[in-house]
């Protein structure tokens, strides 16, 4: 018995020697922190807390019991500053509580071997203890369960006030076109016909050119979502052989009894929609080196030829952009080339463009088929250079692949081809993502990005002003503007539009009238007249901050939506600095101290800047859903910050960053500094504003959301966190934590007339069925990949089919895949 106790005795030794340096390795940087923090103009508590814990660590070394009367009454003004600061948020108070309620637990177990305790404490540390870890963990999960809710209703702002400034209205820019006519190469553009809706088939990437993403198949309803099964499985066998970066994004059409889809790598691939067996392929065999970003192909766009036999070659046919910038068509039934389209099937889009690198003008969208125009567009790599391929806008005839008008916003003269000898305007906008039409008016509605470079604009011409991250309305017959707006003014924060708009009857006190919804990264939606541009929403402008590096060319103001529901949250401040544990929290307080920081819109500087919402904030490309029948608008959203700085030519030089076309760039390229070459500074992007050792976000949770907006009344009817954390966590470490936390989500839903919402889009690699009524989860599949692509809806064979492409995505995480999975009821 006395070897016993005395071993006892020396496990406790030890024990309190471990906790003690275990404190004390914490303190030492939480004092010297605070210091700084405090010199920095931030809280103090972290003196407090450091002072506490340091004291704590020196008692425990002499095994006094004064330890724990320290670091009680240290635990105890944790607990009063945690709740002064987050109240009951569970997820803020992660950083603040779990690790010195962990060392609290630690402390009361070493009471029995600490010396000057009464006797009766021993039995009351383990009471105390068992009550602490009950209390902790119930308290935990109540808070992070119920602070979604609480964070998505606490984070809409206050009622902006009115500015007494004009709100910007659309121009027209050119008189519409009568339909039938030329293009200015003398390609006859056809009357309008009959658009086809989503319904049985599923046409065009948003269901159909007006990209509702609303299905009237009701089989699949709230009663029954739950027993959706999977009926089939196929994978395209495009996967990262390398270091490549893979991240489909396909949305699949539909059309009769096939199912079509195009791989990573441009594959283009009919299978048969009731059991998913391979029918035929098309391999373009677009090189590697011609992925850029990531290697993704969002779409398909479908034509059916009325002067081409029903029973001839491409009757029927499906065009796509290739990474290595060509535009392919190719027969629906057999998958051969379409002979009659340009070269053998096959149009070269790099003609006109001037000098080039793969993977630097590299389609990643579908084009979009107006009456018989394709019209085609293609991102261009940010970040580059300003000499840069063009954001030209082109558009050619369906069928013989002929270019029919060309759309240069920085030479208006240039209709065509370039003159000899001449490339289009280089530098100029792109739109990278999908475009949406009206068949009827004859219109294309293109959301454009940000001319070369994004972060600095001293090179852009007044004209290139005008077009930036502005949609633009485009007669499909001439190929000039009808009207376009502008969202952002002189925008050097890379807030490009990277929704495609949706195009409805918008309710109003005088009448439906055929509009468009445009979502943004600015967390705003604009609402316009499809046919003139008019805005169907108020919108005001309002001043924002100035300064940066080049002052006197910022717009003193920007346009803010003000009558229609947004996802804007509040300006971000000290408190709302988060991690995993208090250092990491006080390293991002430090970092947001150091940062300017003056609200939206603080501009680009050599200095550390904190841009909220960041460029990956808002709705990015998966972009709106609209219940038609319902009037109700469903929007999936991110809510993240970037921390920024622009980097001098010097110093970018120094480190051997060049751009994409010169020698080097695969060797030295890193991912979050870009060269912005020919300008005087390169951009330093900390996207997400990530802790550098654990990878955790600097700002609390959540990080997206999602909406369901009644369009008549303009009211919110539920607004939630989407995403659970269970494949996020420190280190790039799955947590398994099944509480929603409200992850960054891109990719679109599908509504369907059985009042059901489906989207993927989270991180959590979840396909999920939401209630569109109150926004309940009603059914949830676990994909094999992420699923950052838009699902379809069809029928085949009397059963409701819901689609998805599991392909992942390499920026946001998630596991990157070749799948695509359809589910439907269980036959009977």
Not at 121 to 149: N, T
Not at 769 to 780: F, K, S, Y
Request: with cysteine.
């Amino acid at each position: 018995m006395p070897q016993m106790q005395a071993r006892r005795r020396g496990f406790g030794f030890w024990a309190a020697m471990a906790v003690a340096v275990m404190i004390l390795v914490f303190g030492v940087p939480i004092l010297a922190g605070g210091l700084w923090l405090a010199a920095l103009g931030g809280s103090w508590y972290y003196i407090f807390a450091g002072a506490g814990l340091l004291i704590t660590a020196f008692l425990l070394f002499r095994r006094s019991m004064a330890a724990v009367w320290v670091y009680l009454l240290t635990f105890a003004g944790t607990l009063v500053w945690a709740l002064w600061e987050a109240g009951l948020d569970g997820w803020a108070q992660v950083p603040r509580l779990v690790a010195p309620t962990v060392v609290l637990v630690l402390i009361l177990a070493l009471i029995p071997v600490l010396r000057g305790r009464p006797a009766r404490m021993r039995g009351a540390a383990a009471a105390a203890m068992a009550g602490i870890c009950a209390l902790a963990g119930a308290g935990y999960v109540l808070a992070i369960s119920s602070a979604g809710g609480r964070a998505m209703a606490q984070s809409q702002p206050p009622a902006m006030p009115a500015e007494p400034a004009p709100a910007e209205t659309a121009e027209d820019d050119a008189p519409a076109t009568p339909e039938g006519t030329s293009s200015p190469t003398g390609v006859a553009v056809a009357p309008a016909r009959q658009a086809r809706a989503a319904g049985a088939d599923w046409v065009a990437y948003g269901g159909d050119n007006h990209a509702t993403r609303y299905s009237p198949l009701s089989q699949i309803t709230r009663e029954n979502v739950a027993d959706l099964e999977l009926v089939w499985e196929f994978r395209t066998g495009d996967m990262p052989e390398g270091d490549e970066r893979f991240s489909n994004q396909n949305t699949p059409l539909k059309i009769g009894d096939r199912v079509l889809i195009c791989s990573a790598m441009n594959k283009v691939i009919s299978l048969d929609a009731a059991t998913g067996l391979e029918q035929w392929r098309h391999d373009p065999v677009v090189p590697k080196d011609a992925i850029p970003y990531n290697a993704t192909c969002r779409g398909l766009a479908y034509y059916q030829a009325p002067e081409i036999a029903p029973t001839d070659l491409c009757h029927e046919r499906v065009l796509m952009n290739t990474l290595d910038a060509r535009l392919i068509a190719v027969d629906v039934a057999t998958g051969q080339p379409c002979t009659g389209f340009g070269n053998d099937g096959v149009v070269d889009l790099e003609v006109g463009l001037g000098r080039t690198a793969p993977g630097w003008y590299a389609p990643t969208s579908p084009p979009t088929i107006v009456r018989n125009i394709a019209v085609v567009h293609s991102q261009v790599r940010d970040g580059q250079r300003r000499d840069a391929p063009s954001g030209v806008i082109r558009g050619y005839d369906v069928v013989t692949g002929e270019l029919a008008w060309a759309w240069d916003h920085a030479r208006p003269d240039i209709t065509g081809l370039p003159p000899e000898g001449e490339t289009y305007t280089r530098g100029t906008s792109n739109v990278w993502t999908i475009s949406s039409a009206d068949e009827e008016l004859g219109l294309v509605y293109l959301p454009h990005g940000v001319p070369s470079v994004d972060y600095w604009g001293g090179m852009r011409s007044d004209l290139e002003n005008v077009y930036s991250t502005a949609l633009v309305a485009l007669d499909v017959t001439t190929g000039q503007p009808a009207w376009h707006y502008q969202t952002v003014h002189y925008d050097v924060w890379d807030y490009d539009l990277g929704a495609q708009g949706t195009l409805i009857d918008f309710p109003t006190p005088d009448g439906p009238v055929p509009a468009l919804i445009l979502p943004t990264k600015v967390s705003m939606y604009w609402i316009f007249d499809r046919r003139t541009g008019e805005l169907l929403v108020e919108v005001e402008e309002r001043p924002v901050p100035q300064g940066g590096v080049e002052p006197e060319r910022l717009s003193p103001t920007q346009p803010f939506v003000v009558d229609f529901p947004h996802v804007m949250k509040p300006d971000i401040e000290e408190r709302h600095m988060w991690g995993m544990t208090p250092l990491d929290q006080l390293f991002c307080r430090i970092q947001y101290r150091q940062s300017r920081y003056q609200g939206m819109y603080t501009p680009p500087s050599t200095d550390w800047w904190i841009q909220f919402p960041g460029y990956n904030g808002g709705v990015d490309w998966g972009g709106v859903a609209v219940d038609v029948p319902r009037g109700i608008m469903v929007s999936n959203y991110n809510v993240t910050t970037n921390r920024n700085r622009l980097v001098p030519r010097a110093e970018v030089d120094r480190h051997g960053i060049v751009p994409i076309d010169e020698p080097g760039w695969q060797d030295n390229s890193p991912e979050d500094v870009s060269p912005q070459a020919d300008t005087p500074f390169g951009i330093e992007v900390n996207a997400g504003w990530r802790v550098p050792l654990t990878g955790m976000l600097c700002t609390q949770p959540p990080y997206g959301g999602i909406m369901a907006v009644d369009l008549e009344t303009r009211q919110v009817l539920w607004d939630r966190p989407f995403g659970s954390a269970r494949k996020n966590g420190p280190f790039g470490l799955p947590s398994f934590l099944p509480f929603e936390i409200g992850t960054p989500n891109n990719g679109g839903a599908v509504v369907t007339a059985g009042g059901l919402i489906f989207i993927a889009a989270t991180t959590d690699d979840y396909l999920h069925a939401l209630d569109i009524d109150t926004g309940e989860v009603l059914w949830r599949a676990d994909l094999p990949a992420g699923g950052q692509a838009g699902p379809a809806m069809y029928e085949s064979q009397g059963r409701q089919f819901l689609i998805m492409n599991a392909g992942g995505h390499n920026f946001m995480e998630t596991t990157i895949g070749d799948h695509f999975l359809a589910y439907a009821l269980p036959q009977r």
